[in-house]
DNA sequence: TAGATTGTTAATCGATTAACAATC
DNA sequence: TAGATTGTTAATCGATTAACAATC
């Protein structure tokens, strides 16, 4: 149905289990993100435990999926009372990698990196934006905070001195490819494509697509029948 | 697994069967934007025919898959040939709603709703906005293209004068619900949704969120695994 | 203790795939 | 005709859910 990823065999000297030969699914790590969302606002809130019925409530799943998908981590609750708010949330932030900051790359300075760029979000998450690429030499040279767009020509030495753990590519479809392979070649392990094409990546590098088209013609279809 | 869409019977006289009593999973229907895309792309190229294998090969499914998600809506291939381009493209295009204009109301003109407004790839699938609401007052009177940017006080009064089939929803997580209600009780039967929260519908209204953090906590959670 | 809720197993549901008769 | 490829059925795979013993 999907392709799952498989955690390599490392142990955990902080309580969080790590699911060595074992799969994660892609829907479960999706529903970890909702789990740690909904756990942060709760948090806000001053919440102090939660029960796994609540929390399915308020991400639209059942308790029995929350139950199912915290097992693959660990013992995360108290029989009887449910879990710590803090306590679960910082647990699944450790197990996503949202306690520590991620370096990316962004390729394409359009309208939708300008976007990705200023998306608070990300900066919350962790994930901060340490180069800008662009063919356009309009582009070329502007502050995106403190951040100078660069030709992508400069992209291989830049990315040498400053390396990143992530790229975001959000060039027209027909860059794409060629940026990737570049990225990968300077030992990049994961990318963030938003070109609406099919992308080759060797196996130990993470290619997630974004497909903006997609949810509209979703509903488009939706509307039609 | 995931809810079901199911389609309204009601026949068709141009050769594209409808899929009444039968379910289609939004599985299906995004591999239906795929095949479309790929094509198109085909079509470009000038190919006259290609087969489930090509197809599947282009779109990175199975033949079968391919076989299988198009037999939900008809027969449109040739045993020994394969299937026409042109052919098989109009007949996607058809099921998914994309021979005809739908128009969109956009709220929120933030970032990303600039960046929405100004993807290309939305006005070539014929979804045009035709509204564009937003709180800042230093926004508000600016045009985009042919638009004018108004506040989100006037929604009610300009979408009765000028509906919509589908709202986009690019506005702070808080205000997100209030917009909702308020274009489903203006008759919206499509939602287009990037806030970051649990909206809620009545049945008939379809909604389609899109959360940007997710690929890249997806990514954060590779990398750390 | 009685009530509540977890963690986990087994059953169910549904998506994908293999296989092949039909047929160009 | 022989080769190719579809459309479809049945088998498989894997995700979700119901149910319940464990236990707070």
Known sequence: MQRKFRSPRSDDSRGVASPFLDRISDFTVRRLSSYCRILRNLETNSASTVSSAKLAELCG?????????????????????????????????????????????????GSLGHA?????????????FRHVFEVDPLKVGKKWQDVEIRPIEEAESRLKRIPVDIAVVATPSESAQEIVDLVVGLGVKAIMNFAPRKLNVPDNVGLRNVNLAVALESLSFFLSN
């Open 61 to 109: 799943v059942t308790s029995a999926q929350v139950r199912k998908d915290l097992s693959y981590f660990g013992n995360f609750g108290t029989r009887g009372l449910g879990y710590q708010v803090s306590e679960l949330k910082t647990a699944i932030e450790k197990i996503m990698g949202l306690h520590r900051q991620w370096s990316v790359a962004l390729f394409g300075a």
């Open 116 to 128: 990705l760029f200023f998306h608070e979000g990300f900066r919350e998450d962790g994930f901060y």
